[in-house]
């Protein structure tokens, strides 16, 4: 009987969070949904673990692991270096010329790509060390 009901719980908590998931909200419900996904991912963490409790450390790793989807959550995730391609020609080929530019091409670059200082260094950064 006790199996009977993990599963159960275990299912009901999967179609709360696919439909979470999969289902567009007007953003003035994103706080009361995020907390609905939590709660129902801590849930099904401590059914399938066998857990009574979650330390903070667990439920960290479960947020980090398990980021709010899209469809609950104003934030839009950039994915790491996805320069435009003019952008990364162009970088790459003041690289090829100065390994380290100075601030004037600093200046230059950022007026011409759209991008920070910061992004501007940490890229030149990267490509020496990288390679």
């Not at 839009?76 to 270096?81: L, M, R, T, V, Y």
């Not at 990364?88 to 007026?111: N, W």
């Amino acid at each position: 009987k006790q199996w009977y009901q993990r599963r159960v719980a275990i299912t009901a908590g999967d179609d709360v969070l696919s439909y979470l998931e999969t289902t567009y909200f007007p953003s003035s419900d994103h706080s009361f949904l995020q907390n609905i996904y939590y709660c129902s991912l801590y849930e099904l963490f401590k059914i399938s673990s066998g857990k009574q409790h979650l330390i903070p450390s667990q439920k960290y790793r479960l947020r980090k692991t398990n980021p709010l989807p899209s469809s609950i959550s104003a934030v839009k995730f950039k994915s790491n270096n996805q320069f435009d391609d003019n952008v990364k020609s162009l970088l790459l080929a003041v690289f090829k010329r100065e390994r380290t530019p100075s601030q004037e091409t600093i200046q230059m670059l950022t007026e011409n790509t759209g991008l920070s200082e910061k992004q501007i260094r940490n890229f030149f950064k990267n490509k020496r060390s990288r390679g």
